[in-house]
């Protein structure tokens, strides 16, 4: 394989310029115009070789182009794309028991967005709460933490507490109590008679790879069972392999009321989400309250599938668990040394970088320009994701390139 080195310095400017004319510039994207991927590396318009360590911000954790993946899109796509839910098609029923059986739920609501699938887990909690807990109408609070990503719709930037997300795009629906993240105490203390959820990232992904304190999420758990509250965990960007189980919260081996599921469920392929639990939470839906026209569509559905089958030999899992040993290894040896602090999880990982060093797009900018494709959180801390199917020796190969653009 042939690594280009040192001198990559993006995409030429002209390529650049043509994608960007056209654009709202809601996204800064690196000068990097691409044009095929396969496993964990990307070629960009001029034949240049990246390897992705973002991983479509944990999208495609099974790499570009899979070849299970790429095989069940192909079959379904020569067979029937889209009905509606107005009438049933014969991949609904499987993809929902197979993503059903991986949760240990009884009933699947399909979505297609990461963000439709938060904003149905907030509809369900509501219902839930005026038609079984008993909330008096239009008083429903829902708990969530400071720090949280969730999404871009209204009602979801309107309980983030990040400026970009939220300013300018009020009015915001009322109905949501902010804790600090990691805080237990601080739950229990915002639990009133009229809340019904606490929704919560079981590790903050856009807040930089946070990992809350041991017992966290075993305590929300306990919390919310003993106060008739639900305990919804939008496991988007940490669910489904990447943290080394089948979802964040099995590291406390808590089960969630609702688990909210997005991002790799589409394999990297279409967008594919779903709200999943038991029937005495999301059963609350009757036909008519709640929808989506692209929703449970048969590609999501074949793909969605596959995505669970591969999920259910455990396989990725382990690949995540063991190349983020490695992963951690070495970020820990260069703590001193560029970074300042490194939290991981699995093949998930914030770094920290010494902000004399640059900004977290400025040390981006040089790893592209050594063939590597990594994304800024928060000033000056990076997210590391690459896809769970990068080989071990990719995997040094991207830490090398890191430790040299900090050294
Ligand atoms: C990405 C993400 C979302 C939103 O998903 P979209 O598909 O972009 O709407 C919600 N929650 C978490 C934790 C995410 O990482």
């Known amino acids: 394989m042939s690594i280009t080195t040192g001198t990559t310095t993006g995409t030429t400017p002209a390529e650049v310029e043509r994608a960007e004319a056209r654009t709202a510039h809601n996204y800064h994207p690196l000068p990097v115009v691409l044009a095929h991927g396969e496993g964990a590396w990307l070629t960009d318009v001029d034949g240049r070789r990246f390897l992705d360590l973002l991983a479509g911000y944990s999208a495609l954790n099974f790499g570009h182009s899979h070849p299970r993946l790429i095989g069940a899109a192909h079959a379904q796509l020569d067979k029937l794309t889209l009905t509606s839910r107005a009438f049933i098609h014969d991949a609904f029923a499987d993809f929902c028991a197979a993503l059903g059986d991986l949760c240990g739920k009884e009933l699947v609501l399909p979505m297609n967005t990461g963000a439709e699938a938060v904003e149905t887990a907030i509809k369900v909690s509501r219902k839930w709460g005026y038609e079984v807990k008993g909330v008096p109408a239009d008083r429903a609070r829902i708990i969530v933490a400071s720090g949280n990503f969730h999404g871009r719709t209204t009602t979801i930037v309107g309980f983030s507490d990040d400026p970009d997300a939220r300013d300018g795009f009020g009015p915001f629906a009322p109905g949501f109590d902010t804790v600090p993240y990691g805080d237990l105490a601080a739950i229990e203390a915002a639990i009133t008679p009229d809340t019904v959820a606490v929704l919560v990232e079981p590790i903050q992904g856009e807040g930089g790879v946070v990992i809350p304190p041991e017992g966290y999420l075993r305590g929300i758990r306990e919390l919310c069972s003993r106060e008739n509250v639900l305990f919804a965990a939008d496991e988007i960007q940490a669910g489904l392999g990447r943290t080394g189980r089948t979802f964040a919260c099995d590291h406390e081996g808590v089960v ?152």
């Not at 999501?300 to 382990?318: K, Y």
Request: glycine residues 16%; charged residues 20%; proline residues 5%.
């Open 256 to 407: 969630p009321d609702l688990y909210i599921l997005g991002k790799a469920l589409g394999g990297g392929i279409v967008p594919v989400s779903a709200v999943v639990g038991n029937r005495d939470v999301l059963g609350v839906l009757k036909p008519g309250q709640h929808g989506s026209t692209f929703g449970g569509n048969p590609l999501a559905c074949a793909v969605g599938h596959e995505v669970v089958d591969m999920l259910a030999t455990g396989e990725f899992q382990t690949r995540a668990t063991d190349l983020g040993v490695v992963l951690r290894e070495r970020l820990d040896a260069l703590v001193g040394h560029g970074v300042v602090a490194v939290r991981s999880r699995g093949l998930w990982a914030g770094v920290d970088i010494d902000p004399s060093l640059g900004t977290g797009r400025q040390v981006c900018e040089r790893l592209m320009a050594r063939g590597v494709l990594a994304k800024d959180t928060h000033g000056s801390t990076i997210r590391l994701a690459p896809p769970l199917v990068i080989s071990d020796e990719d995997l040094h190969w991207g830490i090398d390139q890191l430790a040299a653009v900090l050294g």
